[in-house]
């Protein structure tokens, strides 16, 4: 009988991501920096789907223009950032056949002693689709280019007790700037954000005004993202940039104005609203308006009597 094969390849250590990928053996077993600027990978090598335990951070030079963003509006072509955290599922770009650029292998025990291990789960871009990666301005890619140079040189000739200290203090570096620029994204790619707006409410609109509540419950961030065609993470992040409120933020905005709709303009009982709106408890409902409406939903109903 012949052995089921997996979907996709698993590489508990970087020196099994090397040997996979036909690589050199890394300088150091906890981190690796893969130069690919003069000698791109063999994309045949990197066709199947892998989950990685480590944390991934991948530059590349052709980036700009080849993955859909949006309806493919592009301001960048410097190349971009690509970021994985650990056991994260990696697919290769059916559109992205050239991989010259670096890569960034972190496992998690290099950082283990460091508060960068605690710090580095707030950054969202790690959970982030190959569709919204970073994409560079000429200077942003100097700055991204100059810190992987500086972390290389330590790892190639550097190996000393200070050689963790000044390269965990680069990828913090790298990190920071990493959130600044996808700020500077949010920002430039307004002309699409603005219509991810228009969709966000239309499709809250729709969900609202239709039976699904009743069916499916209160919306989620998921739901939100599948149907926009982002991921949560940076579907919250982008709307938290723009509009200063997270995605679940925005649902509950709409569904409060929804309740005071029902509760002002129909006589269903508290109960009914709020089962209408999706929640199995009334008492869910009750406490969430009135912590956004500063009123319990009958205190709100008598203010119009």
Known sequence: MKKEEKPYLRFDSISEAHR?????????PLISLIDNTTTPADPDKLRQPHVL??????????????????QGYYDFQEGGLLFASPNQLVSRHEDNEDYAGYTLLIHPDFILSYPLARKIRQYGFFSYSANEALHLSEKEKATVLSIFRIIEEELNSRIDDFSQDVIIAQIELLLNYANRFYKRQFITRKAVHNELLEKLEALLDD????????TLGIPTVQYLAEHLHYS????????????????????????IGKAKELLSATSLSVSEVAYQLGFEHPQSFSKLFRAKANLSPLEFRHSFN
């Open 53 to 70: 335990t480590f944390f991934k951070i991948s530059y590349r030079s052709n980036l700009s223009g080849r993955l859909k963003y949006g």
């Open 232 to 255: 949560p993470s940076y579907l919250s992040d982008m709307l938290r940039s723009l509009t200063g409120q997270s995605a679940q933020q925005h649902i509950h905005n709409k569904l």
């Open 207 to 214: 969900y609202f005004d239709t039976e699904k509540p009743l």
């Open 20 to 28: 996979a990928f036909g690589l050199p053996q890394p300088q150091h």
